[in-house]
């Protein structure tokens, strides 16, 4: 009896162009929580997929308790007790949040009428423990990004399983759901259960993780070590070969020059009543909130994709009525970045230069309206460079790359676009830290040329690193403004007082 | 801490690091394409009824076949482009036969030159598919809906406006087209087609229009969020489709030396079947967002082929189309199975 749940022995696994996987050796021990971290494409995901029948390994072997593992199917990997929580998200957009929950055991039995009544109950437990403020009987398509997330999670614990994967879980969770989800794994760790942590976010792994293994352009950097004794550092040198750089970027104050973007008392039908907020030229401007807070709705309304009922509002001093994201790029040039890089972002089918260009084709077009592909290849790939986007050409389909690599290329079309105002969501969800770095420069390159930037962030530290100041949003209102020094204790302090400041005035 | 200091090695450059992998030549890609399956099957074909019936390679035979593919590809092409926007249009014969009547119209009634009464034809060809993408785009409805319904509106319109009439009178500079040689063998219609094909490949390799209509057609909601006006696109898809049917319903005109209000049959429903089997032949995803012109163009002339072969060996005209409807099934499988190759192979 080897004192292993799960052990992975040298498994193998190419993609066309791509190793993705070389000898890599993983073993779980019970009632731990394991991290498996590296950069963006060195393998993580692809090595969960194995290990959960989604992909088959080309060599190596797979043992649970000691006998030979090999699923042929995710439905062989459940029924083994390996559940996950896959990176991209694996709902059905139509059905309602209960029977997304329970789809492995509702589809177990085709014929068995389904108890409604019941189905919402049992559901009602899990959207309780992970706090999820939802009816589960409503459609998930008409969930925010972060509740969709916490939805497969419950999607995953309701299978009960001894080997529960959990690719990036936290990407798109603001610190209050993940806390949440931490208490429930460090439950599920102690009745027992082998846990696999993926997270580029190392004080969440530095939390909750016990052992690690990293994995560096598909191979093993370090395999199932304890994790006590390594500090943030060797972590990091064990990623990237190198440790990280932090930039200590001084202070920047833009408040005296132009304004560039201004919103006058707008109402939106998503939902906010009056909001004003004034963008000057070359800044960068935080949004920060909790998640369902209103910051993706309004980067909606000023850009013409969600309907403005009221107020002004207006570019480089004049009014303006936006209609639609067309508007706001060729008239007004106003971009966004989505937050959904997967239904919003991206063209999942088309390749990396297609995605990467398609804001600047009509930029490079000629006469008679044509563009060549080369053209636009010397437009994006200084920025698709300076990211590291990692492919193995530029006409790879997007869809085959890693989801770090596909949210680079996703930010990357916008800061190729060249426009003046830039509303950035949630940029470096997924984005492992040595890259998030570089989309931090380039963010302030852009600012620095007189880019005026909005950025909506969950991420504390990117939001005090990047931001020169911040507003608060909380139930689609502003509740305050933070001039930000740089100082992060005392700036994420006052931003989580004006949050808790307009809880404790809407309680009473 | 031993075992760190020596992982910490400086980055293994990620090209270099592994053994190289298998990466196709664009030479070997055509290979594994669709593409070359069905020049593949079409010289299959052409050696099978060569052999059969040596009437088949006739000079008479291959003219006749090159002048049926020809109105079978502009077909192809006209629903190919409402296909990779994700649509369909059912009124592809509809459009095509109205804008084929009005062109017969402007050259016997109001007495034009064939020119320009082909130019008003196809202006009527664009306006009636424009129509089409309006509604489709306005109310937010399946292009199939939209187009079934506005198929029989325009048929039964043009059928009370010519009365059921055909026009007979039309320029015989015109007809003479129809019935043109060139060096024997080519129509100066298959000529037309191949010239449209690579004006269509192009549109949609090297135009923006052409670009923004498949990322549209294969991403919606992405590609408004990227600033693309993708109820404009739908319009412009269907417009384009509009023309394309009624070049295919001229050429009939000029074969015929007629504007016939039946010439594709109640409502047009005699295009239908080329309409589809070109393009899903040719490897264009039903869902939208790819386009294959040569592998429409390739998919036409190999259903024209199979119709002119088992009508020279005698097979009942009702068989053909039990054939035709086989070829569609056995080509759907047959891609399969390339595609399931390509995987389990690592060639994709
Ligand atoms: N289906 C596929 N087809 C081709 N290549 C693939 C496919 N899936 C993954 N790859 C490649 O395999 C490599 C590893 O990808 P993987 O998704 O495992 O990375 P990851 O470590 O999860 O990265 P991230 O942090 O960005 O999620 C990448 O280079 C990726 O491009
Ligand atoms: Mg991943």
């Known amino acids: ?387 590291e986007v990692r492919t193995p050409s530029l006409h790879q389909t997007i869809g085959n790359l890693s989801g770090g690599n596909q949210q680079k290329v996703s930010v990357a079309k916008w800061l190729a676009a060249n426009v003046s105002i830039l509303i950035i969501d949630e940029p470096t969800v997924g984005v492992d830290i040595k890259t998030k770095a570089y989309v931090h420069e380039l963010i302030r390159d852009l600012a620095d040329a007189g880019t005026s930037v909005l950025l909506i962030t969950s991420d504390m530290p990117e939001m005090v690193t990047v931001a020169d100041r911040i507003l608060v949003m909380d139930e689609f209102q502003i509740r305050g403004e933070v001039i930000n020094d740089r100082d992060y204790d005392r700036v994420s302090h006052e931003i989580m007082q004006h949050i808790h400041g307009s809880s404790e005035v809407a309680a009473e | 801490m031993a075992d760190i200091e020596q992982n910490s090695a400086p980055v293994r450059n990620p090209v270099t690091a592994h053994p190289p992998v298998r990466q196709m030549t664009a030479v070997q890609r055509f290979f594994l394409s669709n593409e070359f399956g069905l020049i593949v099957l079409i010289v299959l074909f052409t050696i099978i009824f060569a052999s059969i019936s040596p009437m088949f390679l006739s000079n008479f035979s291959l003219y006749a076949m090159g002048r049926t593919a020809a109105v079978n590809i502009m077909i192809g092409f006209s629903m190919m482009v409402v296909i990779v926007t994700g649509g369909l249009n059912l009124g592809v014969g509809a459009i095509g036969v109205c804008g084929a009547m009005f062109g017969g119209w402007l050259m016997q009634a109001a007495g034009l030159h064939w020119l320009p009464a082909c130019f008003g034809a196809l202006i009527v060809g664009a306006l009636l598919g424009a129509t089409n993408g309006v509604m489709i785009v306005k109310s937010g409805l399946h292009s199939f809906i939209i187009t079934l319904a506005t198929m029989s509106v325009m048929f039964g319109a043009m059928i009370f406006l010519t009365q059921a009439e055909s026009f007979r009178e039309i320029s015989p500079a015109f007809s003479t087209l129809g019935r043109m040689k060139i060096l024997a063998v080519l129509s100066p219609m298959l000529l037309t087609a191949i010239v449209i094909g690579v004006l269509l490949w192009l549109a949609f390799k090297f135009t923006t229009v052409g670009r923004e209509i498949l990322a549209a057609g294969a991403n919606a909601r992405a590609a408004e969020l990227s600033g693309i006006r993708v109820g404009r696109m739908i319009t412009y898809a269907h417009a384009l489709s509009g023309v394309l049917a009624v070049v295919a319903g001229l050429m009939l005109v000029s074969r015929t030396g007629a504007a016939i209000p039946s010439m594709a049959g109640q409502l047009g429903q005699d295009w239908l079947l080329p309409a589809f089997l070109g393009p899903v032949l040719g490897g264009n995803l039903l869902t939208g967002g790819r386009i294959s012109v040569l592998g429409t163009f390739l998919g036409a002339f190999l259903v024209t082929m199979l119709t002119t072969g088992l009508l020279l060996m005698q097979v009942g005209a009702f068989w053909v189309q039990t054939y035709l409807g086989l070829l569609l099934l056995i080509a759907v499988l047959l891609d399969l199975a390339r595609r399931s190759y390509l995987a389990r192979n690592k060639l994709v």
């Open chain 1, 1 to 387: 009896m080897s004192q292993f749940t799960f052990q992975a022995h040298a498994v193998t696994k190419t993609f066309p162009g791509v190793v993705a996987l070389d000898k890599v050796n993983l073993s779980l021990t019970p009632g731990s929580v394991h991290a498996l971290l590296g950069e963006n494409g060195a393998g993580k995901s692809t090595l969960i997929k194995i290990m959960t029948g989604v992909h088959r390994h080309d060599a190596g072997h797979m043992e649970i308790d000691g006998t030979l593992f090999a699923p042929q199917s995710t439905r062989e990997a459940i029924a083994a007790g390996v559940g996950v929580v896959h990176q991209e998200r694996n709902v059905i957009p139509r059905f309602s949040v209960a029977e997304n929950i329970f789809l492995e055991t509702l589809s177990a039995d085709p014929w068995k009428p389904i108890n409604y009544p019941k189905l919402y109950r049992d559901a009602e437990h899990w959207l309780d423990l992970l706090e999820i403020d939802a009816d589960p009987s409503t459609k998930v398509e008409d969930l925010p990004v972060a509740k969709i997330q916490l939805v497969e999670i419950a999607k995953a614990l309701a299978l009960k399983s001894r080997i529960l994967m959990l690719d990036e879980p936290t990407a798109s969770l603001t610190q209050h759901e993940t806390e949440r989800l931490f208490s429930i794994v460090k439950r599920l760790r102690d009745d027992g259960v082998s846990l696999v942590f993926v997270s580029h976010k190392l004080e969440e792994v530095q939390e909750i993780c016990d052992q690690v293994t990293v994995l560096r352009d598909g191979r093993n950097a370090c395999e199932s070590q304890p994790l006590e004794g390594l500090g943030r550092q060797d972590i990091v040198r064990l990623m990237i070969g190198r440790t990280e750089q932090i930039p200590t970027w001084s202070q920047r104050d833009c408040r005296d020059r132009d304004v560039a973007l201004e919103l006058r008392g707008v109402a939106t039908q998503a939902g906010h009543t009056d909001v004003s907020l004034s963008l000057h030229k070359g800044e960068v401007l935080g949004l920060y909130g909790l998640v369902g807070s209103g910051r993706t709705e309004l980067a909606k309304a000023i850009i013409g994709a969600d309907k403005v009922t009221g107020g002004e509002i207006l570019v480089e001093g004049t009014p303006r009525n936006i209609t639609s994201v067309a508007d706001a790029l060729h008239q007004n040039r106003i971009g966004y970045v989505s937050e959904d890089r997967k239904s919003e972002g991206l063209i999942l089918m088309h390749s990396v230069l297609d995605n990467a260009g398609i804001t600047v084709w009509r930029r490079l077009q000629n006469a008679i309206g044509a563009f060549t592909d080369r053209s636009v290849e010397k437009a994006v790939s200084p920025v698709v460079k300076k990211l």
